[in-house]
């Protein structure tokens, strides 16, 4: 992050590299505080599911694992009746192992956007063991969803969402930048040159950013899939070339719905519970809805019921397995035939949409249990201390009186040091890229201003200074 770039006295430095020095510089110093909340709130996530059970072990679980458990239908009930309300579930999940509890979830108006309230029902007893609010198809709880919210949107809702795909945008750019820059100085410092303190921070910056590489850029690449701008366009592009991920129909007059992103699940129960059916209410139709999904493959443990939206409509069963490995196959199963209509399967998706899944469960830490968790935080915690030894860097080198007389070459300086053809290919670039991610476009304007701005006050100041 340190402003290595030259002054702005001719030949002492290609422009490609006074160009790439100044970019990694500002964007360490401007985007640096938000990848560091971005590390630190995903730090705190990636450790937390442990925590979760332990705070929700009540919720979660239950002491009765050898019990047989009772239908469906019958547990249902009991969480009506905990409801207080005479509701239809919008989705329930059946206990998926011996000893954990049975999750019957309903709209709430007290929980938010992609929430529902779930009751936890003994499957075997029928108790009701408690009613907290779950979060889309990663189930997570309370607890999690308020670490979720922050790392994602700072608690600020849409609006707060531009911070992550700021974060998402540049962090990419910075690491490739920063091992441009590593391989140009890798030879040309010597090991007399590394004895200062400010040194040492260089010198552990600049080892660490090569072996932290790869992760920087998935979380880049994986944070930005979430992203509402670039996100939309990403979404774009897979529909363009068929690469989305395929979901069934639910439709009984054969309408195929458009296929969808790795979240869109997350909004499924929020459309279903827009739309919820106002025929009769049948409690059985659970039992005998999964039965037909059993009979038809859908053999995982970890899987959900989602009752048809309206009377032409399917039901949906759909596994939610996001461990490896991945159990996502879906049926659509009429609910007065228990035939089904559709039906999609994992093995068969296209191998970008396959990808996609398994980029989005490794980033949220569950493809491969506590080895995946641990990764994440090993490579956050790179973030974390880069961004650190960085900001230090900058400190010892920051601009003094005695160094003012030296003013950095400004991005626009380095392009119009650069042969024609390769300005314009970095123009062109830009324009492209702040085209495909446009938080990274307009961040790229304000701080080529402030490039700019900056550089001019201090030559005004110098030339203050000089009379």
Do not use: C
């Amino acid at each position: 992050m340190t402003d290595q770039t030259p002054s702005a006295s001719p030949g002492q430095k290609p422009w490609g590299w006074a160009f790439i020095a100044r970019l990694h510089f500002y964007i360490g110093l401007l985007v640096g505080p938000f990848l560091l909340i971005a590390a630190l709130s995903g730090i705190l996530y990636a450790l937390t599911p442990q925590v979760e059970h332990w705070l929700y072990h009540e919720q979660f679980y239950t002491d009765n694992d050898s019990g047989t458990p009772l239908p469906l239908a019958d547990q249902i009930r009991a969480a009506r009746q905990a409801l207080g309300r005479d509701e239809a579930p919008m989705a329930v999940r059946p206990a998926p192992a011996p000893g954990e509890t049975t999750r019957v979830m309903f709209s709430d108006p007290s929980v938010g956007q992609w929430e529902h309230l779930a009751i936890f029902v003994d499957p075997v007893t029928n108790e009701v063991r408690g009613a907290l609010p779950v979060y889309g198809t990663s189930g997570i709880s309370a607890f999690r969803i308020v670490i979720d919210k922050f790392h994602r949107s700072l608690l600020l809702g849409e609006p707060g969402r531009v911070y992550s795909e700021l974060a998402a945008s540049w962090l990419w750019i910075v690491a490739l930048g920063g091992l441009a820059l590593w391989f140009k100085r890798r030879r040309s410092v010597s090991r007399s040159s590394q004895a200062g303190a400010g040194q040492r921070a260089s010198r552990w910056h600049t080892r660490l950013g090569p072996w932290a590489l790869i992760g920087f850029v998935f979380f880049s690449a994986t944070g930005l899939t979430w992203s509402k701008y670039a996100g939309g366009n990403i979404g774009e592009l897979r529909h363009m070339y068929g690469w989305q991920t395929p979901t069934v129909s639910t439709s009984l007059d054969g309408v195929t719905p458009a296929e969808q992103g790795p979240h869109a699940e997350h909004a499924a129960h929020s459309s279903h519970d827009m739309a919820m059916m106002d025929h009769a209410f049948d409690p059985q139709l659970y039992d005998r809805v999964l039965s037909a999904a059993r009979n038809e493959g859908l053999k995982a443990d970890r899987i959900e019921i989602i009752p048809a939206a309206g009377p032409g409509n399917a039901w949906k069963v759909r596994e939610i397995g996001r461990e490896w490995p991945t159990e996502v196959d879906e049926a659509a199963i009429d609910p007065t035939t228990l035939t089904v209509i559709d039906r999609t399967r994992f093995e068969t998706f296209p191998l970008a949409a396959k990808l996609t899944r398994w980029g989005v469960d490794l980033h949220m830490g569950v493809l491969f249990g506590w080895i995946n968790q641990l990764v994440l935080v090993v490579f956050a915690s790179a973030l974390v201390v880069m961004l650190v030894l960085g900001y230090a860097m900058w400190w010892r080198r920051r601009p003094t009186r005695a160094s003012a007389a030296l003013t950095p070459v400004t991005l626009i300086q380095a392009l119009l040091r650069a042969p024609r053809p390769a300005a314009l290919a970095v123009v062109i670039t830009a324009v492209l890229l702040g085209l495909a991610l446009p938080v990274l476009g307009v961040s790229l304007i304000v701080l080529v201003l402030i490039d700019g701005a900056v550089a001019l006050a201090q030559r005004r100041r110098r030339a203050w200074a000089m009379g």
